[in-house]
Each structure stands twice: as C-alpha cells, then as structure tokens.
C-alpha cells in the first residue's frame, strides 16, 4: 500500500496535460456491449481504475477486449451472456449498474448486483428502475450467492416510452439511453441530465448507428434502431473537466500559474467563472485554460448543481480554496445528501468549517497546516492533495486507491508543475 506525501507551500508552475473523462469512458465502455455488427474501438480512455474494473466486468460477461495501448482498448463484445458478473468487480465502483441498461438494450434482460462507489449518503437507483420500468421491464430485486441484485426482464425487448424525470440523475438518464437505442420505436426523456458524458455517450451510440437527438438539452430522443445495426466504430472519448478544475483549483491554491492543456473551455464555464470572482485569472484558448493569482484570492458562494451549474464533483475541491481565500464563504452541495464527510480533515489541517446539513460556512484565510489525513472518497481524495499542496509542511494522504480511481498520474503530473510530491509505501 502506498501513500501520497506532499511538502506543501510551492506555487505550481507549468502545463498539464488533461486526459479522457473518466465518467464519459465508463458508460461508453458498457454501451459497447449493444455493438454486435463489427469491433468498438475507444481512444484517450484515462489510465484509472475505474477503466479498468469496466473493462475487466464486460470481460468476464464474454466481450473481447485487447489493450492496444494504456488509453486505447479494442473491445469485440458479439460473445458477451447475461450473466452476473463477479460481485467482487461491481461492489467497486457506481457505474457498473450501466451493465443494467447496456443488457437489457440487447437482451431483454439483465442481472447485476447493487453497485459500489463513493458513499455520499444514500445512492438509491429508484430512477433508473422506474425508467427502464417505463420500458416494459419487470424489475424486482433477486438475491443470490453475491448477495442482493437487481433483475430487469422484459417479455419481448424494450419497448419505447415517455419518461418523465421528477430529478435530474446522470446515471438513469444515461442507462434509458443504453436501454432504449435498440428498442422498438420512439423514446423520449425530459428532465434528462445534460452533463457532457450524456452528449459523448449520444455520440459515441450515434457513431455506431443509432438515432439519438438532443442530447446535452433537458429532452432527449432515442428512435430505437435494429441490434444488427449498431456497427463498430472508432470513437474518442472527451477530455475531463473534473480533472481539469481540479488542477484549475491547485493552481489557484497554491498561488501559481498553469497551462491546462487538451480541455474543452466550454465544459468548464461553472468552475471558471467561480474562480474569477475568487480573485483567479483565467484566460481561455481553444483547446487550453491558463490560471493565474494576480491578487489576493477572495470568499464566494457556491451551490452545487447538474450540469451547466458547478459541478458537485468539484465542491471538496473548491472547499479548500474557500480556506485559503479571504473571508467567509458558503458552499452549499445541491447535488448528493451527505457530501462533508472529508471536512473533518480539512480541520486538522487547521480549516475553520461549519456544517450544516447541505450547507458549509468556511471562514478562509488563516494557513493550512500539513497533517496526516484520508482519502474519504475520490473528490475528497483530490481535495486533500489540494490542501497538502497549499499547507505549510508536510501532509500525508492515506487512502490513495480512491484517488487512483479517477485521476491518471497525479504525482507525476504535479510534480511536473514544481510540486514536491511523492508516493511512498506505507511499510517504509
Ligand atoms: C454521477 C457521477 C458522479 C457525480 C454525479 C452527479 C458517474 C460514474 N458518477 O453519479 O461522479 O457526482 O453523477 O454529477 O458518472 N438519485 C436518486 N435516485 C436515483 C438516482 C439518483 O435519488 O435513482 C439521487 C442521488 O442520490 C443524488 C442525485 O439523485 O442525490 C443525483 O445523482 P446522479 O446524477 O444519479 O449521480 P450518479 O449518476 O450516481
């Protein structure tokens, strides 16, 4: 096991490369299951975890998959069952129920266990069963050796629907997609999520054949197509803003300045205008943002929000920015119940935060101090790297595997911006 140690107090200076979004590559990976006309072959897919849980999932329900290099797989899926893919792979991580919406689309059927992933308070999947419900599905919950599963089945394939969300949910929004590509006629959803994955997934479905129009607007419209006549493709999935804000918000921490390269600016709007009313220059090109300090940074208010709002993906991240910035500032998580779980460490790092309920008042301003503290989860994980980068002294980060999950090469890439940053085993 290893841990990330950070001797903190050194503006970042440079440029950083940005990769693939995790969250578009994985529901990308499980749609590659509807392709039985020909191979899927998908480029600039970060070298995480969570890429490679996904991968080795559809592996073990049949699909071929080669790595042709460290973001590139090749993935022949004509051979893929229903089966129940080892619980050990889908407790992992959240998007492996996309295996829901992905089999059903093709089969008419599908079984998976409750899926994994960051604890943000309940994660309930009551949407995504009313969708595919909505589809003429019959879903009830089964369990088995693995445990409690999920088991969708319809008599005779999907068949398309209305599908009115009373939420917004990235996650139903796009298993009705996997579901409904192949189904028989016409679906349509409203209050449809719009986060870029959606529009990536529509594209990547459209890439292969299938009709899917409006995605990135609240209404979505999926005119289901024949199986046979999604054909292999090669597709390249798009850059991720999270990983991009989040180096966006070390830069700005740390008082330093860095090109952030291979971005789409568009994509990160919510995140850099927050930061411009905090003080952080921001100068867009058009595949790169560059941030700067020019002056002392200042408090704002944030409420998370689904995307065009600031994404919840980012709030740990700029919780530590509210710390080093002037003033009191409120951060308010719109998004997820129960997503001030790291705020403890940020404590003993000295932060002063108050919490209630969805809401923080972070009084900024006074010097982070190095500690040793946890990953709690993946955004949280990325938080603490933020704040050790910012604190005076040494921080030690535990936990690592979370971070692993979604960010590819964070030592090496900050690193290459001047930090001094290393991973080291815990027995050392
Ligand atoms: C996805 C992202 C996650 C991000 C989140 C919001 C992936 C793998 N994960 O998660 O990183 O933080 O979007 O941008 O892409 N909800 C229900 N019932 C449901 C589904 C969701 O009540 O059936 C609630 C959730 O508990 C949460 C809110 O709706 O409070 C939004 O969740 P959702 O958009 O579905 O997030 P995920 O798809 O799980």
């Given at each position: 096991m290893e841990k990330i140690v950070i001797n903190g107090g050194k503006p970042l200076n440079g440029e950083i490369e940005i990769g693939g979004m995790k969250n578009g590559a994985l529901p990308i990976i499980f749609a590659s299951i509807l392709v039985t006309n020909g191979v899927s072959v998908l480029e600039n897919l970060p070298a995480v975890k969570d890429i490679d849980l996904s991968l080795e999932i559809i592996e073990s329900l049949g699909a071929k998959v080669e790595r042709i290099d460290r973001h590139t797989a090749r993935i022949?899926?004509?051979?893929?069952?229903v089966a129940e893919p080892p619980a050990s792979l889908v407790r992992?991580?959240?998007?492996?129920?996309y295996l829901l919406g992905a089999e059903l689309g093709r089969f008419g059927e599908a079984v998976v266990q409750y899926p994994g992933g960051c604890d943000f308070g309940g994660r309930p999947i009551d949407r995504h069963i009313k969708g595919f419900e909505t589809l003429g599905a019959t879903v009830t919950e089964t369990f088995s050796e693995s445990g409690k599963c999920v088991r969708a089945v319809t008599e005779d394939g999907v068949v398309g629907a209305n599908i009115f969300f009373d939420d917004v949910s990235v996650g139903a929004t796009i298993n009705v997609m996997l579901a409904a590509a192949t189904a028989k006629g016409l679906t349509i959803i409203e209050n449809a999520a719009r986060e870029p994955h959606i529009v990536d997934l529509a594209n990547f479905l459209n890439t292969c054949g299938a009709k899917v129009m409006g995605a990135g607007t609240p209404t979505i419209k999926i005119t289901g197509v024949d199986k046979n006549e999604l054909h292999g493709c090669t597709y390249t999935v798009v850059p991720d803003m999270i990983e991009a804000g989040t180096y966006m918000v070390a830069a700005a921490a740390t008082g330093g300045k860095v090109l952030i390269k291979n971005v789409i600016p568009k994509h990160l709007e919510a995140t850099s205008t927050k930061l411009a009313e905090m003080g952080v220059k921001i100068v867009e090109n058009d595949d790169s943002v560059e941030v700067s300090v020019p002056s002392e940074l200042t408090a704002t208010n944030i409420k998370t929000l689904p995307y065009p709002g600031i994404p919840t993906d980012m709030q740990p991240q700029f919780c530590v920015l509210m710390c080093v910035a002037q003033g009191v500032s409120k951060l308010i998580e719109?998004?997820?119940?129960?997503?001030?779980?790291?705020?403890d460490q940020l404590r003993n790092m000295g932060a002063s935060i108050e919490v209630n309920g969805r809401v923080a008042t972070i009084s900024g301003g006074s010097p982070l101090y190095g500690a040793s503290v946890n990953a709690s989860d993946l955004r949280a994980g990325a938080a603490m790297v933020i704040a050790g980068l910012a604190a005076q002294g040494k921080t030690e980060i535990e936990n690592i595997n979370y971070i692993n999950r979604g960010y590819e090469d964070i030592v090496e890439k900050l690193l290459a911006v001047g930090a001094d940053i290393s991973l080291v085993n815990i027995e050392d």
């Open positions: 022949d899926a004509t051979s893929v069952k992992k991580m959240r998007a492996s129920y719109g998004v997820f119940d129960n997503r001030f779980q790291y705020v």
